[in-house]
């Protein structure tokens, strides 16, 4: 639980630090993105205006044998004039960065488009018309240099991105050990005091149940009136002490999410040879009270485990499908492969009453129970499915459960193979 607490704490942290990131990133290359357009057109725009006199280009430019070079705002810009009249050229300035198929392809598309501006990706080319006093002047500017720029932004806040996001896991990971901390000590004292207690409990109750014991081996000297007094303490102080051994189980089943290896004793475990022999326990229990259990259990699955604990755990879901199936009702019991996910998979499936979804949800959460009533019939506490789950948690497993009218109440665990 603890682990999955952390988990979910980093999983939180580093989906928001992302989303920050990526919408810091995102502003930032959009803005870049809208000045460098903005740019391009004031470039051309200068090339446009008549009025204003051309400036040589501060800065170097690739070598071209072909006309005059100028630079408008650090930008070369190919222009060229045309007369209004004979529609001929009648001027131009060229750039060795803007190709002739470039400018031909320019030429075109402005004579096909009624707008003002335009853009060709397949030679990465902007274009914008403008009129002159003998006709209009188209004005050209290559934007390699930028889309090259803009690339080169976005890698660079990729890999800041990703280095940043990998060093704020790591120092996150720390922290969230450190925040996760007084809830490890709180649930740690709560699983001490909750063995401590049990412990202290067991010998008061050994000798309550002694003492009935004596007493209802000796009912002639008790009067009758008083008999049904020692027989409720006796059957009370039984029910007693099937809380006390449920605590001290799962007292010992969550001593694994604290000190990783100290409880289960893994070895080779055939599984499929423990759940057979379960399954053959429990036929008799089924038999009297009506059900009839069918096995479809295959042969040879091996898992790393603790032989005792997992036999635990199929015991508590027989019991549990037996005990809320209908009469008449067969349970089925399941061992399969995942080969996929190299994992065996046991389930077993009752056909009695459905669970809801909000119970499901909270089945195997401590002293939880659907019918108080009912469980109070056929009794438990509510800690068998708890006990099971922290069992096949420790074991590296996962456990489930699905309830349908059609397909009745499943319960599952599957456990890696060995």
């Not at 995102?26 to 004031?42: D, E, H, K, P, R």
């Not at 000590?185 to 009935?212: G, M, Y």
């Not at 809801?356 to 469980?375: G, L, Q, V």
């Not at 109070?376 to 489930?400: E, M, N, Q, W, Y």
């Amino acid at each position: 639980m603890l682990e999955r607490l952390q988990r979910n704490f980093m999983v939180l942290t580093m989906t928001l630090l992302a989303l920050v990131l990526f919408g810091a990133f995102a502003v930032s290359y959009t803005t870049t993105q809208q000045q460098l357009g903005q740019f391009v057109m004031a470039s051309l725009d200068r090339v446009l205006d008549t009025t204003t006199p051309m400036r040589p280009y501060i800065g170097v430019l690739a070598a071209s044998g072909d006309g005059d070079r100028h630079g408008y705002g650090q930008m070369a810009v190919y222009w060229i004039d045309i007369d209004r009249e004979t529609g001929r050229i009648v001027g131009n300035d060229t750039a060795a960065i803007i190709g002739p198929k470039a400018v031909s392809a320019a030429l075109s598309a402005s004579d096909a488009s009624d707008g003002e501006t335009g853009y060709l990706p397949d030679f990465d080319i902007v274009w914008k018309r403008g009129a002159t006093p003998s006709g209009e002047r188209i004005a050209v500017a290559n934007t390699t240099g930028i889309g090259q720029a803009l690339s080169n932004q976005l890698y660079v806040n990729i890999a800041v991105g990703v280095a940043g996001l990998s060093v704020i896991a790591l120092v996150m990971w720390h922290i969230s050990r450190w925040i996760v901390r007084p809830v490890r000590l709180s649930w740690e004292a709560q699983r001490q005091f909750t063995a401590d207690a049990s412990h202290e409990l067991k010998t008061p109750l050994a000798v309550i149940l002694a003492n009935t014991h004596i007493l209802k081996g000796d009912l002639d000297r008790i009067p009758e009136d008083d008999r049904r007094w020692v027989e409720s303490t006796d059957m009370e102080a039984e029910r007693m002490k099937e809380l006390v051994t449920s605590l001290l189980e799962l007292s010992r089943a969550d001593e694994d999410r604290f000190n990783r290896g100290s409880v289960y004793h893994m070895e080779d475990c055939d599984l499929s040879e423990l759940v057979s022999g379960m399954t053959m326990q429990f036929d008799v229990v089924a038999f009297e009270s009506g059900h009839m259990i069918s096995e479809d259990i295959q042969g040879g699955v091996h898992v790393k485990a603790d032989p005792g604990f997992i036999e635990k755990v199929v015991k508590i879901l027989l019991d549990n499908a037996v005990k809320y199936s209908t009469r008449g009702d067969t349970v089925d019991v399941s061992l399969k492969v995942n080969a996929k996910r190299r994992q065996a998979v046991f389930s077993v499936r009752n056909y009695g009453d459905t669970l809801s979804p909000a119970d499901i949800e909270h089945i195997f959460d401590r002293f939880y129970r659907t019918d108080r009533a009912r469980s109070r019939a056929t009794g438990g506490f509510g800690l068998g499915l708890p006990i099971a789950k922290a069992i096949v948690d420790g074991h590296d497993g996962s456990i489930s459960c699905t309830s349908t009218d059609e397909d009745g109440t499943t319960f599952s665990f599957s456990l890696p193979m060995a």
